[in-house]
């Protein structure tokens, strides 16, 4: 980062702002090489996904330099609006003939030929949310009915309404930024731990009396014993990835895309893009992330204010869990759920979220005060005199 002579103050961090366009760049190729078989099948335009995907990045560019361009100190103004928009479009997702349902979730709106997923900006609101309200009480976190209690509310409403529609991976996704954030906020760690085991239970019995979830269970347990049914989707991502070897098959020429591998182009890109470059693609998507967060919680260290500092953790987990909880998904690390990895997977709402959040990030890193550059020293002119004397 570069300083600015007159305020002292650090330009944006550009490291994030390149690993993150790159992160889109390859999203965008890879999506376009993942989808054209299905589009031509579906909706025959081989272009289909592509171009709205195109789409929006370019919005998302936008809402990258809104977020950039804006005082990160302003949002704080915007808090509560920003989370009762957020709860009431959560809502909305279940209302006839605003909600759109794929595959019998309930996870969209429909605003005119936009699809919007709002849990992508609930997730925003809930760092934004924390941020703002740890800020304010950091002297008092240690007490359960304020550093505790008013936080568990308002996230066990988001974590419901996601749940229910459902989405269990944002869910899982919210709910850790949640324990996160207030564990480094101060809340006392037997108070996140009660929280913990009583949303382990939940899960547990939620997991019991779904008959697909328990499934998906099974299938993560044993994906080669459950290939032909519950398990198929793992497997088949397990041999896209296991067939890109050390230097992969090639751009474009996948065969799992070959309508082998179901959300070839959303949830499951990563063995896509795995199977097409081979094991060194795949470290050079994981080096690109790690290199994302790594920058994020170093800036989480280093800005200026409390609201600074949980802001860009808040924003660095919302972008590095759902990579790490995909890419552990289809590797069969973790069981299977409906979770896009952020930057590359087909999805504008995701997208446009996650391209603000960085914008927020690289807001924040321009008020990073720097030490000035120490002057240089300069040599003393020997006086004209004095020399004329010595000589």
Not at 154 to 163: D, N, P
Not at 253 to 280: C, M, N, V, W
Not at 333 to 355: E, Q
């Amino acid at each position: 980062m570069q300083a600015n002579p007159e305020t002292g103050a650090a330009s944006y961090d550009r490291i994030i702002l390149v690993s993150s366009l790159t992160l889109m760049g390859l999203g965008l190729t890879i999506v376009f090489n993942a989808s054209t078989v299905m589009a031509q099948s579906q909706y025959q335009d081989p272009y289909f996904f592509i171009k709205r995907q195109l789409m929006y990045a370019l919005l998302g560019i936008g809402a990258l330099f809104l977020g950039r361009s804006i005082n990160y100190h302003r949002l704080q103004r915007w808090v509560y609006p920003l989370l009762f928009i957020s709860l009431i479009s959560l809502v909305l997702v279940f209302a006839p003939g605003i909600g759109g349902k794929v595959r019998g979730a309930a996870r969209w709106l429909k605003l005119g030929p936009l699809t919007l997923q709002p849990s992508e900006f609930a997730k925003l609101a809930v760092a934004l949310f924390l941020a703002y309200s740890l800020t304010k009480k950091q002297d008092k976190m240690k007490h359960f009915s304020i550093g505790f209690v008013p936080h568990m509310l308002v996230a066990g409403a988001f974590i419901v309404l996601v749940g229910l529609e459902p989405d269990f991976g944002t869910a899982i996704t919210i709910a850790s930024i949640v324990f996160v954030m207030l564990f480094v906020g101060g809340t006392r760690l037997t108070h996140i731990l009660l929280a913990l085991g009583s949303g382990v239970a939940l899960a547990v019995v939620m997991v019991l009396r779904d008959p697909k979830k328990l499934g998906r269970v099974f299938s993560y347990l044993d994906p080669w014993k459950h290939g032909q049914d519950v398990g198929y989707q793992l497997k088949q991502s397990l041999l896209a990835i296991g067939s890109g070897g050390l230097w992969g098959v090639g751009p474009g020429q996948s065969r799992a895309k070959l309508f082998y591998l179901p959300d070839a182009h959303t949830d499951f890109i990563l063995s896509i893009f795995s199977e097409e470059t081979g094991f060194l693609g795949a470290m050079l998507i994981l080096a690109l992330f790690a290199i994302l967060v790594y920058r994020g919680f170093l800036l989480s260290f280093r800005a200026p204010d409390s609201f600074g500092s949980y802001l860009a953790m808040g924003l660095t987990l919302l972008i590095g869990l759902p990579a790490a909880i995909n890419m552990g998904v289809v590797s069969g690390i973790f069981p299977t759920k409906g979770l896009s990895l952020p930057f590359l997977s087909y999805g504008g709402s995701s997208l446009l979220a996650n391209l603000l959040a960085v914008g927020i990030l690289l807001n924040i890193s321009s008020h990073v005060k720097r030490p000035a550059p120490a002057p240089e020293r300069v040599a003393p002119v020997k006086d004209a005199g004095e020399a004329v004397v010595k000589q």
